[in-house]
């Protein structure tokens, strides 16, 4: 097989848009290959959550067919409040014991049934205390009625669902590819969600997601806050509280604070240094060759979610 055959597509959407990216080769050397956004129609998606499964199978198939994609292989980024991300603390136990441990206690740390989920985690490292030797879990849980309906429209747009993914999750592994600081807290967002993160030693030690529709911020200001400002609100004070508490755990301070996201990056930058925080707009992937010369006016920051989907996508 030669260095290209491999190819896959990374999708993330939200109420007003999906965005895709076609990439090839592997993850230590991927190629952009073709990219793409469509605008949706108010009623398709709402809060990360399919509304119209049929309109959202016909304006995927759009964006595929009018934008020079080659692959049907997808994988998808999730966003919404039917993914829960819990981190949880369970004894060491030999490597192929862990799963079974944490599928049988999990119950206590995820407050929906676990029958209703698709359950996976990620081991997080160690610690030792007085008590013993314990291994940091992340529990990553998605509602699987939620993952039905979007199989079920990507399917209706003749595209295969590889994999589901946590577009939080997909963001902070952009983030870890851009940043150097040891510590360090990441605002991942897009028209609907916020994505707040901390990072230690590129381990996720919190992670955070609010629905801007669910903020009081939302509901007493404008109906579209990327335009009025509230959206960079709504950032700062989650981000604020996240730090806060963080600091209440951990000993070690925040070296940074780093933004990936649409809409309007570059003015909630503003408005974080207008609050006080010297938050700089994180730059990942930007090396990433393409392969097509039509991607000369591509800025990989509205893909970063895309982009980090399709590169875990060549792992497999």
């Not at 949706?40 to 067919?65: F, Q």
């Not at 490292?125 to 939620?146: P, S, T, W």
Request: charged letters at 20%; one cysteine or more.
């Amino acid at each position: 097989m030669g260095l290209f055959d491999k190819r896959i597509i990374g999708l993330e959407l939200d109420s007003k848009e999906i965005r895709a990216v076609e990439i090839t080769g592997s993850v230590r050397q991927p190629m952009i290959t073709a990219w793409g956004r469509i605008s949706l129609p108010e009623g398709t998606v709402k809060d990360g959550r399919i509304v119209n499964a049929e309109s959202l199978s016909s304006y995927l198939e759009r964006l595929i067919t009018q934008n020079g994609f080659k692959s049907r292989d997808v994988l998808l980024g999730v966003a919404n409040q039917d993914v829960i991300i819990r981190f949880a603390s369970f004894p060491k136990v030999p490597e192929d014991k862990i799963r079974n441990m944490v599928m049988f206690q999990a119950q206590e740390y995820i407050p929906v049934p676990l029958e209703e989920l698709q359950l996976d985690y990620i081991v997080a490292g160690e610690k030792q205390n007085e008590e013993g030797h314990f291994l940091n879990i992340i529990l990553v849980g998605a509602r699987q009625k939620m993952l039905n309906d979007f199989i079920q429209a990507l399917s209706g747009a003749r595209l295969n669902v590889r994999e589901i993914d946590s577009v939080t999750l997909a963001i902070g592994r952009a983030a870890i590819t851009s940043v150097n600081e040891s510590v360090f807290a990441v605002a991942g967002f897009n028209h609907d969600i916020a994505n707040l993160m901390i990072f230690n030693k590129g381990l996720l030690a919190m992670a955070r997601s609010v629905p801007f529709s669910q903020t009081s911020a939302w509901k007493n200001g404008s109906e579209e806050p990327e335009s009025s400002g509230d959206m960079a609100d709504i950032l700062i004070s989650e981000l604020r509280s996240c730090m806060s508490y963080y600091r209440m755990q951990s000993e070690d301070a925040i070296e940074g604070i780093y933004l990936i996201g649409l809409p309007n990056i570059n003015n909630i930058a503003g408005k974080f240094k207008d609050a006080g925080y010297e938050a700089k707009i994180a730059q990942p992937y930007k090396d990433i060759p393409w392969k097509n010369s039509g991607l000369a006016n591509f800025n990989t920051n509205d893909y970063s979610a895309a982009i980090s989907l399709a590169i875990r996508g060549l792992e497999g």
